[in-house]
């Protein structure tokens, strides 16, 4: 396929973006293999465009990804005829995509658990809200239809209670308080977020709990559920969380990802309306690293 360009001076990899089937990250993995190119020469993603340039592109064949069940063992927190809890470990991404076609915590409860909602489809079954591949924790699981309903309905209004553990770098310099920061994709990093103006609304708040020098146990509660919140918000106030590849410093702690963990979950039951809670301990590798920390710093 060709595309000439009648504009100049915008990135070939946003132009793609604008002007073709492919998205910008499709883009730019094509542009890098070769077999985007402009004026039959290779090129970099970053290419300002020229009135008149020629850019001969081909569209990926899509690959489609099979939603099979598979027998991951999953700790089954909670269950009953319409909603279960499950506490998922670092390291597992929350269901398929291109990077991740299998092994998911979706696979895991296609096996696990006989009925799941089908709002989201054959994507996420199931899956009412997420959290990152890296973090560990609590997630809530519809199993029907009118279950998911209610309960992203009551996400929605701000009414579950979502509570993390985080371990962050530095030492802040209040006991508690708010961030209050929009957030939307980052211009510079398609991969990560950022606190931008006209971004959606997102409010986190912290509460410290143990300080270590140049660590701090920190208590975190979302009253939004942007992608990425946490991580953003004490990245952008000067803490970011201890482990975190996309937003720390690469000197941290040694760990399987961010020191980030969904320790406690709180929502209305769909049919009962009684309000449930549940707490789930950090990893063992989190535990550890604590320890550690405690006993530098006695």
Do not use: C, W
Not at 40 to 52: A, F, H, Q, S, W
Not at 109 to 124: E, M, P, Q, T, W
Not at 223 to 240: C, F, K, L, S, W
Not at 264 to 274: L, M, N, Q
């Amino acid at each position: 396929m060709k595309l000439i360009i009648n504009e100049s001076g915008t990135r070939l990899d946003k132009v793609l973006a604008d002007h073709t089937k492919l998205s910008r990250v499709q883009a730019n993995e094509e542009i890098k293999k070769g077999t985007i190119t402009v004026n039959e020469k290779k090129v970099k993603p970053k290419y300002m465009v020229k009135i008149g340039d020629v850019v001969n592109y081909e569209i990926p064949e899509e690959i489609i990804l099979d939603y099979v069940a598979e027998d991951i063992p999953i700790e089954i927190v909670y269950e009953d005829d319409d909603v279960a809890v499950v506490n998922k470990p670092q390291g597992m991404v929350v269901h398929p995509s291109h990077g991740h076609p299998s092994k998911t915590l979706v696979n895991a409860l296609l096996f696990h658990i006989k009925d799941l909602s089908s709002i989201n489809g054959v994507v996420r079954p199931g899956i009412v809200h997420r959290i990152d591949k890296d973090t560990s924790g609590l997630l809530m699981i519809a199993k029907n239809n009118q279950a998911h309903q209610i309960l992203a309905q009551e996400l929605k209004n701000k009414k579950a209670y979502r509570h993390y553990l985080a371990i962050v770098h530095g030492n802040l310099p209040n006991d508690r308080g708010i961030i209050e920061a929009p957030i939307a994709r980052s211009d510079k990093n398609r991969k990560k977020q950022a606190v931008k103006t006209g971004g959606k609304p997102a409010l986190t708040r912290f509460e410290v709990l143990e300080r270590y020098g140049d660590y701090t146990l920190v208590s975190l509660t979302l009253e939004t559920g942007r992608t990425h919140q946490i991580r953003v918000h004490m990245a952008y106030i000067g803490h970011p969380i201890a482990g975190d590849p996309l937003y720390g410093p690469k000197k941290t702690l040694k760990g399987q990802g961010q020191f980030l963990h969904a320790k406690t979950i709180g929502f209305t039951h769909p049919k009962t309306k009684e309000m449930m809670t549940f707490s789930i301990q950090p990893p063992e590798i989190f535990l550890k690293t604590l320890q550690e920390l405690r006993e530098l710093n006695s």
